[in-house]
Structure formats: C-alpha cells, structure tokens
C-alpha cells in the first residue's frame, strides 16, 4: 500500500523541530488549541484509526453497509472535507504536551505502527468495516487512508495557529 499517511506523518515530525515548547503549548484564546494539543490530537486520532484497521484485518464479520455520501467524496478525492469539525468535547479536555520529546516518540510509534499495518491493509477483507460517524462503514484500506485524510486536514489549522504565535511575538 502506498503509504501517504506516513509522509504526513513524517511532515509533522520535521515541523517539529522548529517549535519550542513554550511555542508549543501557547493558546491564543482559552477555546483554541495550542500547536501542542492540536498534535496530541492528530496523534490520538491516528492511533484511533490504526486500531480500527487491526479490528478490520483481524475480522471476519462481513458488513454489508458502506460509506455515507460524505464518506465516499471524502476517500475518492482523498481530501478530508475543508470544514471545521465542532468535537463534542471542549478543547481544554486535549491536554498540552508536557515536552517535545513525548510528542516526538508518540509520531514515532504512529509511523511504526504505519509501517507495520500497511503490510496487511491490502490482503485484508474490504467487507470487514468499522463505522465513522460521519463517513459510514469503512474497511482497513479506508481507515489507512483516512489517517493520512484527517493529519492533512489539521495542516490547515496548523498554518493558523502559526500565524497566531507570529501576531503574538512567539513565532
């Protein structure tokens, strides 16, 4: 499997290294995320995702459903629909990194993990699925994808929380 999700990936380690941690844990408004909690994020949603392709290469319950009409446009273009997503938890509840490093080693074990799943993403059951609220029923080789999708998509906010950090000195 081509392994776009990882390049992301990798993208966010290299950006990494140019921020310090006092730039990565500014917020420039108590309900905006910090550069650090919006990597926590991608991180926990990566490892979220890489979970969801062990249960579909593990499976062998066959789901007849498919994708919501979202969820097709969003995986035939590739592109994580360019809205912004309201999670149901408030953006306090993703905590700020402590240092650099645990963020450092958490990319790392998302890229490993990459690594190792993209071995068996294309000779897994595509009718072994598991649901996206709002993309619907989605296999191993989706929710590979999708890891790549919505890293992506957080680069957009990324250049925003960038901008933040110049207008307040700290960039």
């Known amino acids: 499997m081509l392994n776009n999700s990882s390049a992301i990936i990798e993208q966010y380690m290299r950006n990494l290294d140019r921020y310090s941690i006092e730039q990565l844990r ?71 990194p402590e240092n650099k490093e645990e963020i450092k080693a958490s990319l790392e074990q998302v890229l490993e993990k990459l690594a190792y799943w993209a071995g068996y993403v294309d000779e897994a059951n595509p009718a072994c699925k598991v649901r996206h609220g709002w993309f619907g029923w989605l296999n191993a080789s989706d929710w590979f994808e999708m890891v790549g999708m919505h890293s992506r998509h957080h680069l957009r906010q990324k250049a925003m929380l960038d901008e933040k950090l110049a207008e307040a000195g700290i960039g």
């Open 26 to 96: 500014f917020k420039c408004k108590e309900n905006v995320w910090s550069v650090g909690q919006m990597y926590n994020h991608v991180i926990e949603v990566a490892k979220e995702y890489i979970g969801h392709i062990e249960t579909c290469t593990k499976s062998t319950y066959e789901e007849p459903e498919g994708k919501t009409g979202d969820g097709t446009k969003a995986l035939t273009e590739k592109e994580w629909p360019n809205i912004r997503v309201k999670l149901e938890q408030p953006p306090n509840a993703t905590r700020n």
